[in-house]
């Protein structure tokens, strides 16, 4: 079993910066990808970045066009860690991230609130 948890959530103004940190535990060996997504009030999930983490492929990323230029995925593979690191916010970037890891099976975190005022 994997366990996600998130942390690094809070009120920003516009314009601003945050990070968020996701540290895995478990049988992380299992996990070949890690991603971030987030759901605003009356929306659905939506992905927001993805990095793969083992493999040949490790370390390549995507991002939802909403965010390119803007938002960075990183990972720390020593401490099982994936960041994101979020410039420029905006007041539509609000909503609670969930990070995500997948294997053989989906794993998520519990979510972390993140706040950009106008």
């Known amino acids: 079993q994997v366990q996600l948890v998130e942390s690094g959530g809070g009120l920003v103004q516009a314009g601003g910066s945050l990070t968020l940190s996701c540290a895995a535990s478990?049988?992380?060996?299992?996990?070949?990808?890690m991603g971030w997504y987030r759901q605003a009030p009356g929306k659905q999930r939506e992905l927001v970045a993805t990095?793969?983490?083992?493999?040949?492929?490790?370390?390549?990323?995507g991002y939802a066009d909403s965010v390119k230029g803007r938002f960075t995925i990183s990972r720390e593979n020593a401490k099982n860690i994936v960041y994101l690191q979020m410039n420029s916010l905006k007041p539509e970037d609000t909503a609670v991230y969930y990070c995500?890891?997948?294997?053989?099976?989906?794993?998520w975190g519990q979510g972390t609130q993140v706040t950009v005022s106008s």
């Open positions: 478990g049988s992380t060996f299992s996990i070949t990808a």
């Open positions: 995500n890891a997948r294997g053989y099976l989906a794993y």
């Open positions: 990095i793969s983490t083992g493999g040949v492929l490790a370390g390549v990323t």
